[in-house]
């Protein structure tokens, strides 16, 4: 995710923004900025790649003044380059900006009638164009004229030599702390960068603009109300700090799920919020194809399964799902009339790339849902549907399978609505997409209950989890969790099949994990529940709220909301990941990093 840092009062402001930057690393980037003002003059470095481009370019030609705000990207819009990196100069703007501007095509248009020229393909630019040609006094005043134009999320920080002092930041839906100090004004998007320089700040909050200056600050709203905000002092350590107060990334990256969602569906839903909007050029692909095949690895294999689904039940479409390690030696019946729809997080898997060649070879066309921008895979797919899930640091793949089955619904509704899925049937689903933040911050609620459930798995040698239909999946993903941070060994299993076989592990030592919320399959689930019983299994349920049936027969549940039963990989699969985490945790593994894993299998 992007990272900020402003400082101003301090010599060599550039030095110490770098510094800030450093600490920001770990947030994943893939491009570096800075710019300073000195002497009535912006001066400005921007470099693709890692920060190292940034120091050796200002240790050659050393950037001046005592003021600086400065910028790691994760690219949304537009490709890694120099020119797309921040911070963005218009006139006597200088600008750095995390988020998405909704509204950036409207407004980047309404420029180029202006007669605006553009040097990137960011949507940052654009609100570097708005301030610059915003007539008012003072440069907050022109800051805050623009921000009522725009619409999305931003945590923004400019410079301007008309007033060679003063940073002004904003921010909606995008973090901004500032610093409190008596000589010094710093603002950061996140608090490590901060820690060198003080440990009391101020969060800045939704709809709010900050001017800075040495030793003050200045919080209002956007409509110039001023606010009071309290000091904090944080007391984390900076390993804590690094992970936003995290013990783990993987439990940081569960916990920011509702941001994800967000983000996801983000200027993909009609503005009257009851109809998927997605580039007719993604949509047709989808809509036109005779059949779809999925292909991925992992966990993005799991969300394919979840994608099958939903294609087949919304837009009734043939849908196949294959590990890419086994597409890409098959001899499958694909051409131009097979859709192939390739998922992955990072978007440079060895194996899905090779399976999508084949595709390609196979005159296939290629749709993938990706995280990571102009990735390998994104770059060879004739069309994607990007994720946006931030940077996932935790090798245990989280935030990306919850956005990767958000975008499949997206897929499924968009390409049903075409093929003859009700306006009906879709406003209900998307009223449940949209809801889908809320009930997986009410899910996260439970960690403590899911801490003692914990517990008691954690000597366990080997676990089942079972499910059927939209819980399968579930059942797979919430073993391959456990699995590769606890190293406990645990088997998914569609729960109809336990009788063929893996019924013959059941004794009181095996817990079973058991998807058994409310939807068509539910008795055929209870049955199975019965079944593992009946041989002294132990069960944890994952029911809906409410649910009495099994609460009798299970020995742990976990409830979760109601929600269409369409949604249920969502409101299963957050309280399994946080179980797993709970077991390793207890287990003492090194969650972020469990051993034989890599975050980016690039090799075969
Ligand atoms: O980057 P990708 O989504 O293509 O990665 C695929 C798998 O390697 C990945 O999901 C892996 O299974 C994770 N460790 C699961 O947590």
Known sequence: MCGIVGLVGQANAAEHVLEGLKRLEYRGYD????????????????????LQGLVDLLREQPLPGSI??????????????????????????????????E????????????GRKFESETDTEIIAHLIATTPAKSLVERVRATLLRVQGAYAIAVLSPSEPDTIVVAKNASPLVLGISETLGIVASDIPALLPYTRTVKILEEGEL???????????????????RAARVIDWSPVMAEKGGHKHFMHKEVFEQPRSVVDTLRGRLSARGDDVELPDTVVDMVARASRVMITACGTSYHAGLVGRLAIEELARLSCEVELASELRYRHPLMGPETLTLAVSQSGETADTLAALKEARHSQSPVLSIVNVLDSSIARDSNQVLYTHAGPEIGVASTKAFITQVIAFYLLAIGAGRRRGLSEARARELVRGLRELPLTIEEILHQEPRIIEIAA????????????????????????????????????????????????????????????????????????????????????IAVVTQGDRRIREMADHVIEVPAVDPIFTPIVATVPL????????????????????????????
């Open 103 to 114: 509204n950036y095509l409207e407004l980047r248009s309404e420029l180029t009638a202006l």
């Open 577 to 604: 990941q946080l179980l797993a985490y709970h077991v390793a945790d207890q287990r003492g593994t090194d969650i972020d990093q469990p051993r034989n894993l890599a975050k980016s299998v690039t090799v075969e």
């Open 68 to 101: 600086a705000i400065g910028h790691t990207r994760w690219a949304t819009h537009g490709r890694p380059s120099d020119e797309n990196a921040h911070p963005h100069r218009v006139d006597d703007i200088v600008l750095v900006h995390n988020g998405i501007i």
């Open 456 to 539: 008691s798995l954690k000597a366990a040698r080997s676990a089942l989890y079972l499910g059927r239909g939209y819980g399968y999946p579930v059942a797979l993903e919430g073993a391959l969790k456990l699995k590769e941070i606890s190293y406990i060994h645990a088997e998914g299993y569609a729960a109809g099949e336990m009788k063929h076989g893996p019924i013959a592990l059941i004794e009181p030592s095996v817990p079973v994990v058991v998807i058994a919320t409310q939807g068509p399959l539910y008795d055929k689930v209870i049955g199975n529940v019965q079944e593992v019983r009946a041989r002294e299994g132990k069960v």
């Open 210 to 228: 900050a001017v800075i200056r040495p030793g003050s600050i200045v919080i209002t709203k956007l409509d110039g109300a001023p606010v009071e």
């Open 31 to 50: 491009s570096a900025g800075i710019a300073t003002l000195d002497h009535g003059r912006i001066h400005l470095h921007r470099k693709r790649g890692k």
